[in-house]
C-alpha cells in the first residue's frame, strides 16, 4: 500500500474511534515519563506536543506552568483535545510541521510511529528544526521491528538498533537516554514501547 493511503487508513481509523480512543488513553497516569522530559526543560518553557491524541499530555504541561501547542492529524481527536485541554488545538500532519528554532521541547508520545518508515526521517528532521538549539524531544515506539498494518492503523515499530539507525542520519541529534518500558494502560503490561530522549547540539545550526 502507497504511503498516503496508509497515512489515509490511520486517520480513517481515529476518524472512526476517536471517542473510544479518547476514553482509554486521557487518565492513564503517564506523570513518570512526563517528568524526567520537562526535568530536562526550562521552567516554563515552551512544549510541541506533536501528536496530541485527546490531550493528556498537554492537560498536564499545562498544570506544571508551561507553554504549550497542542496537534494533532485527526480533526476528530484535535477537537476533543481541544475540550479538554481549553486551548486550542490544531490539526497538522507531521509532515506539515514547518516552525524553526520554536520549541524547548517536542513531546511525541505514540505518536510518529504512525510515520510510514520511509517517511520517518523527513519527519524527524521537521522535529529537529523545530526545536531550539539545545531542545529535549521525546519519542516512543512499540518495540519490535514491525512495519505495517495492525489492527486498522500503520506502525512502525522500533528497537534500539532500528532508532539508531534513524538517528545516524540526524548529527545534531544526540541520545541523552533510552528505556524499555511496559503499556501504561490498565490490563496491557505485556507490550513493550521503547522510549529515547534526544538534544539537539546546543550550537546554532
Given at each position: 500500500?502507497?504511503?498516503?493511503?496508509?497515512?489515509?487508513e490511520?486517520?480513517?481509523?481515529?476518524?472512526?474511534?476517536?471517542?473510544?480512543f479518547?476514553a482509554d488513553?486521557?487518565d492513564v497516569?503517564?506523570?513518570?515519563v512526563q517528568?524526567?522530559f520537562?526535568?530536562?526543560?526550562p521552567?516554563?518553557?515552551?512544549?510541541?506536543d506533536?501528536?496530541?491524541?485527546?490531550?493528556?499530555?498537554?492537560?498536564?504541561?499545562?498544570?506544571?506552568?508551561?507553554?504549550?501547542?497542542?496537534?494533532?492529524?485527526?480533526?476528530?481527536?484535535?477537537?476533543i483535545a481541544?475540550?479538554n485541554?481549553?486551548?486550542?488545538?490544531?490539526?497538522?500532519?507531521?509532515?506539515?510541521l514547518?516552525?524553526?528554532k520554536?520549541?524547548?521541547?517536542?513531546?511525541?508520545?505514540?505518536?510518529?510511529?504512525h510515520?510510514?518508515?520511509a517517511?520517518?526521517?523527513d519527519?524527524?528532521?521537521?522535529m529537529?528544526?523545530?526545536?531550539?538549539?539545545?531542545?529535549?524531544?521525546y519519542?516512543s515506539?512499540k518495540?519490535?521491528?514491525?512495519?505495517g498494518?495492525?489492527n486498522g492503523?500503520?506502525?512502525?515499530?522500533l528497537n534500539e538498533?532500528g532508532l539508531?539507525r534513524?538517528?545516524?542520519?540526524?548529527?545534531?541529534?544526540?541520545?541523552?537516554?533510552?528505556?524499555?518500558?511496559g503499556?501504561?494502560?490498565?490490563?496491557?503490561a505485556?507490550?513493550?514501547?521503547?522510549?529515547?530522549?534526544l538534544?539537539?547540539?546546543?550550537?546554532?545550526?
Amino acid at each position: 500500500m502507497e504511503e498516503r493511503n496508509l497515512e489515509e487508513e490511520t486517520l480513517r481509523y481515529y476518524a472512526e474511534h476517536a471517542a473510544d480512543f479518547a476514553a482509554d488513553t486521557l487518565d492513564v497516569s503517564f506523570s513518570a515519563v512526563q517528568n524526567r522530559f520537562l526535568a530536562l526543560l526550562p521552567r516554563g518553557g515552551r512544549i510541541l506536543d506533536f501528536g496530541c491524541g485527546a490531550g493528556r499530555d498537554t492537560r498536564a504541561f499545562l498544570a506544571r506552568g508551561f507553554l504549550v501547542d497542542a496537534v494533532d492529524g485527526s480533526p476528530a481527536l484535535a477537537k476533543i483535545a481541544s475540550a479538554n485541554t481549553e486551548i486550542p488545538v490544531r490539526c497538522l500532519r507531521f509532515q506539515e510541521l514547518s516552525a524553526e528554532k520554536r520549541y524547548d521541547g517536542i513531546w511525541a508520545c505514540a505518536s510518529i510511529l504512525h510515520v510510514p518508515m520511509a517517511a520517518l526521517p523527513d519527519v524527524l528532521f521537521r522535529m529537529s528544526r523545530a526545536a531550539k538549539p539545545g531542545g529535549i524531544l521525546y519519542v516512543s515506539f512499540k518495540y519490535g521491528t514491525f512495519s505495517g498494518l495492525r489492527n486498522g492503523r500503520y506502525f512502525t515499530d522500533l528497537n534500539e538498533a532500528g532508532l539508531s539507525r534513524f538517528l545516524a542520519a540526524r548529527p545534531e541529534l544526540s541520545l541523552v537516554e533510552e528505556w524499555v518500558s511496559g503499556d501504561a494502560r490498565p490490563g496491557r503490561a505485556s507490550e513493550r514501547w521503547l522510549n529515547a530522549l534526544l538534544r539537539k547540539t546546543p550550537s546554532d545550526c
